[in-house]
T-cell receptor, first 115, second 116 residues
Framework: DVKVTQSSRYLVKRTGEKVFLECVQDMDHENMFWYRQDPGLGLRLIYFSYDVKMKEKGDIPEGYSVSREKKERFSLILESASTNQTSMYLC??????????????FGPGTRLTVL | AQSVTQPDIHITVSEGASLELRCNYSYGATPYLFWYVQSPGQGLQLLLKYFSGDTLVQGIKGFEAEFKRSQSSFNLRKPSVHWSDAAEYFCAVVMYSGGGADGLTFGKGTHLIIQP
């Protein structure tokens, strides 16, 4: 089974702190994604990566950055956390899909609270 | 820009009754459409997907969905719901990037409540 793990299920940080959310997948997937989930807004794509050191902005990249130094690991970074970044963060991975879509597998999520 | 609309925020259904969750999409080309389910405290799980061909697709857990191009819809159905089906359901469409990764655009979700 594909497994996507996220470093923390719950995280509490203070405004202005630098926050790292880590995601690891064990199926050698090329693509990795970070989504944010908020009530009434569904999931929104923050950043994604289709290869090591490659990254592309999603729908809401402002206030976030990412790092992909190894194929299996994709980190989401909040340079200076703000209260409006309190949310559930979901990581996903998939195989490269040049012609057809490949299913995205999701991690359990990290619920981040910024005080 | 593509978008996905789930008109119902909450739906309440009695156990054993039939279910239909609505999804409408806006996309220029033939869409790749998906339904995901999220149980409380869990990540998302793929229920079913439509790429092409037969417009009625079968998924896991007894769910099915029908793609109707004329109505830009991809509604999810189940003939008889179980209490374990209580969850959040998301419809999604894939968008393409030049690099080959496929990000998903999600609807806002429908919260399904099952009455005993």
């Amino acid at each position: 089974d594909v497994k996507v793990t996220q470093s923390s299920r719950y995280l509490v940080k203070r405004t202005g702190e630098k926050v790292f959310l880590e995601c690891v997948q064990d199926m050698d997937h090329e693509n990795m994604f970070w989504y944010r989930q908020d009530p009434g807004l569904g999931l929104r794509l923050i950043y994604f990566s289709y290869d090591v050191k490659m990254k592309e902005k999603g729908d809401i990249p402002e206030g976030y950055s990412v790092s992909r130094e190894k194929k299996e690991r994709f980190s989401l970074i909040l340079e200076s956390a703000s209260t409006n970044q309190t949310s559930m963060y979901l990581c996903a991975s998939s195989l490269m899909g040049l012609v057809t879509y490949n299913e995205q597998f999701f991690g359990p999520g990290t619920r981040l609270t910024v005080l | 820009a593509q978008s996905v609309t789930q008109p119902d925020i909450h739906i309440t259904v009695s156990e054993g009754a039939s279910l239909e969750l609505r999804c409408n999409y806006s996309y220029g080309a033939t869409p790749y459409l998906f339904w995901y389910v999220q149980s409380p405290g869990q990540g998302l799980q793929l229920l079913l997907k439509y790429f092409s061909g037969d417009t009625l697709v079968q998924g896991i857990k007894g769910f099915e969905a029908e793609f109707k191009r004329s109505q830009s819809s991809f509604n999810l159905r189940k003939p008889s719901v179980h209490w374990s089906d209580a969850a959040e359901y998301f419809c999604a469409v894939v968008m393409y990037s030049g690099g080959g990764a496929d990000g998903l655009t999600f609807g806002k979700g429908t919260h399904l409540i099952i009455q005993p």
